[in-house]
């Protein structure tokens, strides 16, 4: 399975970007997706997930409100909205998928993509 994000680019506080990831290999099997996010010198951080069907969703505290995750299957692209961005939202943003059964937050995955980086300026 392999990830690609895109997406990422800078923008100022207050302002939106939708992030893509295009899932391909063995997109017959259903997995569930999710974008974690790093941070220069900090841990990365779980920000939200999808299952499957995208019938379930769940988003970290810190983005709930303001972040929304989506996927489209027949695209095999799963998607994440980002409105009303600040500064601390800086980081280098990853999807990745994993292959067991959905359950809401996630410290890990099964497989990753290369990140995006997003910058947002005060």
């Known amino acids: 399975v392999q990830l690609q994000a895109s997406g990422g680019g800078l923008v100022q506080a207050g302002g939106s970007l939708r992030l893509s990831c295009v899932i391909s290999?063995?997109?017959?099997?259903?997995?569930?997706t999710g974008w974690f996010r790093q941070a220069p010198g900090k841990e990365r951080e779980f920000v939200a997930s999808?299952?499957?069907?995208?019938?379930?969703?769940f988003s970290a505290d810190s983005v709930k409100g303001r972040f929304t995750i989506s996927r489209d299957n027949a695209k095999n692209t799963v998607y994440l909205q980002m409105n009303s961005l600040k500064p601390e939202d800086t980081a280098v943003y990853y999807c990745?998928?994993?292959?067991?059964?959905?359950?809401?937050?996630?410290?890990?995955?099964?497989?990753w993509g290369k990140g995006t980086q997003v910058t947002v300026s005060s």
């Open positions: 999808i299952n499957w069907s995208g019938r379930g969703t």
């Open positions: 290999g063995r997109t017959s099997s259903r997995y569930a």
């Open positions: 990745a998928a994993d292959g067991r059964t959905w359950r809401s937050y996630y410290d890990d995955m099964n497989y």
